[in-house]
Nanobody, 126 residues
Framework: EVQLVESGGGWVRPGGSLRLSCATSGLAFNDYVLYWFRQAPGKEREGVAYISKSSGLLTYYAGSVKGRFTISTDDAKNTVYLQMSNLKPEDTAVYYC??????????????????WGQGTQVTVSP
């Protein structure tokens, strides 16, 4: 059984930092594209970042977070991280870890995601 378990969410003031973790089990970690998505209240779920190692290291970020967020992995722990810096109120959302096999175009297509975590809340406010 594949499981993705997020942790590390919470409340932070604007300009602050948080690191999200997603511990995975039941999948061949480096054979999957690992994602972070987020969903703010009343908005659609959107892609934040992804990392793929199936054909060399590839990372990609949504424009709204590029330069502020960093996605990385600890292969020994089968864990993917999202380091978030200079957080803004508009980053407030439930953050989800996700995984899919690297078939076809790598993008933020939600329909291509095979596995989801349960989500962790991030709140950025004064």
């Amino acid at each position: 059984e594949v499981q993705l378990v997020e942790s590390g969410g919470g409340w932070v003031r604007p300009g602050g930092s948080l690191r999200l973790s997603c511990a995975t089990s039941g999948l061949a970690f480096n054979d999957y594209v690992l994602y972070w998505f987020r969903q703010a209240p009343g908005k659609e779920r959107e892609g934040v970042a992804y990392i793929s190692k199936s054909s060399g290291l590839l990372t990609y970020y949504a424009g709204s977070v590029k330069g502020r967020f960093t996605i990385s992995t600890d292969d020994a722990k089968n864990t993917v991280y999202l380091q978030m810096s200079n957080l803004k109120p508009e980053d407030t959302a439930v953050y989800y870890c996700a995984a899919r096999r690297p078939v076809g175009l790598l993008d933020f297509d939600i329909g291509s995601v095979e596995f989801w975590g349960q989500g962790t809340q991030v709140t950025v406010s004064p």
